[in-house]
């Protein structure tokens, strides 16, 4: 099955400076990578996500890339604030098959951004 | 208004006992997850129902079993709970079949503590 290796596991930088989120996938058949952030104590919240067929996707401050000849994708967030605190996870899932919609995460990421 | 909601919010109990929790979604979504969360903030798929349909069920201990009456709702119950249950479940749901970008709306959790 497929397997996401997420890195780093903690991560802390100052307001305003940027953050690089890195995964790895296993499946080369996945098709779909979303973002998700989890506030302390939340829910996740999908927050950016980006298809097989497109290398680079960007909502305001934060954008994912994708390679999928080397199967990684890795979440950009500038100039940070304090509210981008928190767990930030990859995912991975493969459309098709007995597949349907089984999101397998990454370990998760514990942002923290100093003021 | 809420669009994925979870009853109890809060679950203690001893282990051995047996316990539910449910979901509800008013989105008009399709299809249903339930995930675990552990200690360690890892997220993992258990099962997931389309149209009341068991569509996934990854390797669960035969303890836990999902009933989804309609499409709206879906249940989580536990038999025989043992101490390695305590986690955070969601819920989530999707239009269809949590196909490429379809989100996964994740419900507030269930913090289950076995004693």
């Known amino acids: 099955g497929e397997n996401v290796e997420q890195h780093p596991s903690t991560l802390s930088v100052q307001e305003g400076d940027s953050a690089v989120i890195k995964c790895t996938y296993s499946?080369?058949?996945?098709?779909?990578f979303p973002w998700y952030k989890q506030e302390l104590g939340k829910r996740p919240q999908l927050i950016i996500d980006i298809r097989s067929n497109v290398g680079e996707k960007k909502d305001q401050r934060i954008a994912v890339t994708l390679n999928k000849t080397a199967k990684h994708f890795s979440l950009h967030i500038t100039e940070t604030q304090p509210e981008d605190s928190a767990v930030y996870f990859c995912?991975?899932?493969?459309?098709?098959?007995?597949?349907?919609?089984?999101?397998?995460f990454g370990q998760g990421t514990i942002l923290t951004v100093h003021p | 208004d809420t669009a994925v909601s979870q009853t109890p919010k809060y679950l203690v109990t001893q282990m051995g006992n047996d316990k539910s929790i449910k979901c509800e979604q008013n989105?008009?979504?399709?299809?249903m997850y339930w995930y675990k969360q552990d200690s360690k903030k890892f997220l993992k798929i258990m099962f997931s129902?389309?149209?009341?349909?068991?569509?996934i069920n990854e390797t669960v201990p035969n303890r836990f079993s999902p009933k989804s009456p309609d499409k709206a709702h879906l249940n989580l119950h536990i038999n025989s709970l043992e101490l390695g249950d305590s986690a955070v479940y969601f819920c989530a749901s999707s239009q269809g079949l949590g196909g490429v970008g379809e989100t996964q709306y994740f419900g507030p959790g269930t913090r289950l503590l076995v004693l």
């Open positions: 499946d080369s058949a996945s098709n779909y």
């Open positions: 129902y389309n149209n009341k349909e068991l569509i």
């Open positions: 995912a991975a899932s493969r459309w098709g098959g007995t597949s349907y919609g089984k999101l397998t």
């Open positions: 989105l008009g979504h399709d299809t």
